[in-house]
Each structure stands twice: as C-alpha cells, then as structure tokens.
C-alpha cells in the first residue's frame, strides 16, 4: 500500500476531484461515514454521548458528517466548534448547514456548543467530557504543520486529560503527516480513522505514539489517482503478504521455501544484523557475505 506524506495525499485528492471529477462533497461523506462506524464501535461499550470537537476545515467537515451521522442512529451527540459558525466554508459549509438540518429534525440529540476561538481552560473542558463515550478528534488535518496554536492547544490537552478513548480522523491534530513530528501537543488517540492511505507521519515516530490502532478507510479515491502521484514509500499489509507469499503444504520442510536473506549492517554496525541470522555458531546454514 502506497504511503503518501500529506503533501502527496493532498494532489492524491486534487487530482482525483478537478481531473477525475469526483465530487469532493461525496469523499466527505463517506469519510465521515467511516468516522461515525469507529466512534460508534466505542459508544456500544459505554455510556454518555460522543463527542465531536471540529476545526474549521475539511477536517472538521468529516466531524460534522460523523456528528450528524451517530444523532441519525440514535446516539447523544455533542458537537464543540473550535470555530465560528460561519467560519464553515465549502463543503464544510454545507455539512454544517445539513448538521443544523438533522439537530432540528431530532430536537434535542445533538447539542452544538460554538465556543469559536476563545481561549478556554483545559481542566474544565476535560471535566465537561468526562462522562463521554468517546471523542472525535477532528481540530487539524494533514496539511497543518507546527505546534497547535492556541486555544487549539488546549482543546487536545482537554482531550488527553478527560479520559475518553479517542478517534482521530485522518491524523491526530498536532502530528505532522509528512515526517511523524510532533511539536506542541497532539491526542493520544484509540484509533486513527485515515482516509484513503496511511499517511507516513502516523507510522513515523513521535506521531506513531499518538495514532492508537489505524483504520484506513476507503473513500472512493480510484487507485490511479495515487499512482499518477511520485510517492516513493510503500507499507507492508496483511493482505499483501498473504498475495505475495506461497502458500505451504502441511507436508513440506523449511528447507522446500529457500533461505531468508538479511541485508543488513554498515561498518561497526554488523550486530544487528549478525543476530538477526544467529541460529547456531556450528551450523553451516549461515553465510555471511560481506560487501563494502
């Protein structure tokens, strides 16, 4: 599986919308989709609403979709806005004014609190999500770099202290998708609902630590959208390695699949690679080449 940097899945979405036509309303949708079933898997284990803490972007558009999506199954929602309402543009926009649309058809499942972007107190806020079933992540996404500003800042320290297990959607806020930096504070999340690829900063360290179990979730992007893209990375699946290696016969021997081949070690750093081959200092099954 292709592992683009933000970057790279940013011209993935370009391309697949403005040269594939795509509407880009229709990925939010399904990515919002994909937010709701992970966050919903959470509150079928707990009690108390989920919540929803939304940025402005598309990023906090999948946030609204998943919002609007658990209140249409039946779930207590609460929406937080990190933002002013009409701060909402485009596709966004138009989840905010179909979210408005859905609280007015249920009358009461989904509370929205527009605290905008006044400073606010950490403790409090943790205090006010203590009793949630889960927390959507959706402040920041792969294109934001630096350290959260405030009162962002806050909001995700809120996050880490109320207690709550947490989805993140596509990336958690604050970690960089292009090398795993992490250079403020960033939630410490259950699961990471990423949308199309596995962006390389959810595997790079120290923004690994903050993803929790990562989901990617098929959007509808056509795999040649990615292709048509440089993206030089790749990440090793399951599925790959159950396509890629035969199949053994229950009556076989280790000996019938060839040999492993360690590539491994520069000058003065051979022991790594001299333990990964140890078996047995008498056996002739090891052969160590050397090459300069």
């Known amino acids: 599986m292709l592992l683009p940097t933000g970057t790279q899945m940013q011209a993935v979405d370009r391309e697949a919308i403005e040269v594939m036509g795509i509407p880009s ?34 990023n906090g558009g999948d946030g609204l979709v998943a919002a609007r999506l658990l209140a249409a199954e039946g779930i207590d929602v609460q929406v937080w806005l990190a933002a ?5 543009t485009g596709d966004a926009g138009a989840n905010w004014e179909r979210l408005l649309a859905e609280a007015k058809r249920l009358s009461g499942a989904i509370q929205i609190l527009p605290l905008g972007e006044e400073e606010v107190d950490a403790a409090s806020v943790a205090g006010a999500w203590e009793g949630a079933s889960g927390i959507v992540d ?8 630096g350290s959260p ?5 806050s909001w995700i320290t809120a996050m880490n202290v109320a207690g709550p297990p947490i989805v993140a959607v596509d990336i958690p806020s604050g970690v960089n998708a292009e090398n795993g930096a992490v250079e403020g504070v960033a939630p410490l999340a ?4 990423t949308m199309a690829l596995p962006k390389r900063g959810l595997l790079l360290y120290p923004g690994r ?3 929790g179990r990562i989901q990617v979730v098929d959007i509808g992007i056509p795999a040649e959208a990615a292709e048509r893209q440089d993206i030089d990375a ?4 399951h599925s790959w390695a159950m396509l890629t290696l035969p199949a053994r016969s229950l009556e076989s021997h280790k000996g019938d699949y060839g040999r492993v081949v360690a590539t491994a070690g520069s000058a003065g750093m051979m022991g790594a690679g001299s333990l990964t081959s140890l078996k047995d200092t008498e056996s002739n099954d090891i052969r160590l080449s050397p090459h300069s």
């Open 149 to 153: 500003r405030p009162p962002l800042d």
């Open 25 to 58: 309303l229709d990925l939010m949708e399904r990515a919002g989709a994909g937010v709701a079933a992970a966050a919903r898997a959470l509150a079928a284990e707990a009690e108390g609403p989920v919540v929803v803490v939304c940025g402005r972007g598309n």
């Open 234 to 237: 790749e990440v090793l699946t």
């Open 190 to 193: 259950t699961v990471t609902v």
């Open 84 to 88: 002013e309402p009409e701060q909402f």
């Open 138 to 145: 959706a402040l920041l996404g792969t294109g934001v770099t």
């Open 209 to 211: 630590e903050h993803t």
